[in-house]
């Protein structure tokens, strides 16, 4: 099992105090699987960076998960997906949707998000959780 991490439970880490005596989301899913983001967290992750401590807490946080980056060859299977999420489900993906959508799809990851959860399970393209304990155990 494998996590594509999105950016509210990347922010809720770098926000958590340890004091109030539970582990983050960020944590708790580390402890379970490998764990990813995507360029497109990475980022929105530095643009509300207000100073440089900040930062430097983001670039250690993208140190523990891994970053997945998007190239060329990935361009036609987004689309493909979007234009089928689209006629499917009838429902419009913005591009940063589509893309966290097509990566988690093309990666077989299971996306972890509180925010986001209602507009991904509804697009029912990858297995998507708003806590990892959810995740359902496969028996092989």
Known sequence: MQFLIETDILNDYLIHRSSQGESSML???LAQATCYTTMINAMELFASASDQKSRDATMNLLMVVRVLGFSARYAEPF??????????????LTQRELMILAMAKTSKLTVVTRKYF??????NVVTVVRDPAEVPVVQE
């Open 118 to 123: 209602d507009r991904y399970h509804a697009a």
């Open 27 to 29: 944590r708790q899913a």
């Open 79 to 92: 689309a493909t997906l979007g234009k089928e999420i689209e006629q499917e489900k009838k429902m419009i």
